[in-house]
């Protein structure tokens, strides 16, 4: 199921954390495989990898009046049947860790830590997110600001943004997040666990039939970070291939504007897939255009592989 399927039929679990891969076997990068079916079907159709949801951590119901309790790390949200009652949850919130697409060396560059959730609302009243401040046990990591509303009775769509951070975030465990409103009062709070950074290539059954190599379920999202207009785009891997393939750089097309290059050396090992990877690039323009963005993964001068998608 995709992910963006999944997420419309399930908003009260939250979204899933799309586990992050980057760099060589020495370990330059982060990630783990996705789990379920490979991203191509046994006869090698490409079907692009089927997700499965992992969320570092949940948010535990605020009853207005009372101090919002820290959420237990290490596992899924609960599924509830209803919603609490007169109650403002932050609903599913996740942590990823991705690539700055505007460093100039990617791979080498600190990891930006990606934080999405929704904002459920059963009070008579509007509530509202305006900022997030994320702690590390005694350590402050930043205030990041974002606009979450939902009226009475409703749950906001599900968003992301880009945590500010003072350090790279990879060298911390966990992360204490406590949601803010315009008063900066709380609204909610959470303890999420960090990404591990690993590289992971999963090999592909030895029936597998070889094929080409490719880009699989490429999907582009708006991000928040800061004022400018910012997009993201995440994809896996699969080279059905007999040889290894390295990628040198990832070309990201928008529908209105110039390519984006982003240079970073990837060697992809032969007849594997890798985990998801997430790279977040700026958009020069007011704001981050609907329509077809296309990502070509290079080989040098040659392509190696190219997927194409709409913006969520």
Sequence with gaps: MRLTTWLSQNRALGIAIAIVLAGCSSGAGFGSPASGPNPVQPYGQPMGVSPTPMVSGSGEPFIPGQEPPFAQPGGPPTATPTPAPNSITIVGPALRLAYDGSAKDPVKAPRMLELSFALENTTQNPAKVSSVVAHSGS?????????????????????????????????????????????????????????????????????????????DSLEISPINVGKAPHFECTFALTNATGSPVSVTEF???????????????LPVPARSVSGF??????????????????????????????????LL
Excluded: C, W
């Design 251 to 265: 070309d990201v097309k928008p529908p209105k504007g110039d390519t984006i290059k982003v240079y970073m050396l």
């Design 139 to 215: 350590t402050a990591l930043g205030t990041s600001p974002i606009k979450v509303s939902a009226a009475p009775g409703q749950t906001s769509e599900v968003v992301a943004l880009v945590l500010k951070t003072s350090d790279d975030p990879s060298k911390y465990k966990d992360v204490d997040l406590s949601f803010l409103d315009d008063a900066k009062k709380m609204v909610g709070s959470s303890k999420l666990d960090v990404p591990p950074m690993e590289t992971q290539f999963t090999s592909l059954d030895e029936k597998h039939p070889k094929g080409p190599f490719s880009v």
């Design 277 to 310: 990877l997430s790279l977040v690039l700026p958009y020069n323009g007011d704001a981050v255009p609907s329509g077809t963005y296309t990502v070509t993964a290079m080989q040098t001068v040659n392509v190696a592989g190219r997927a194409t998608a709409v």
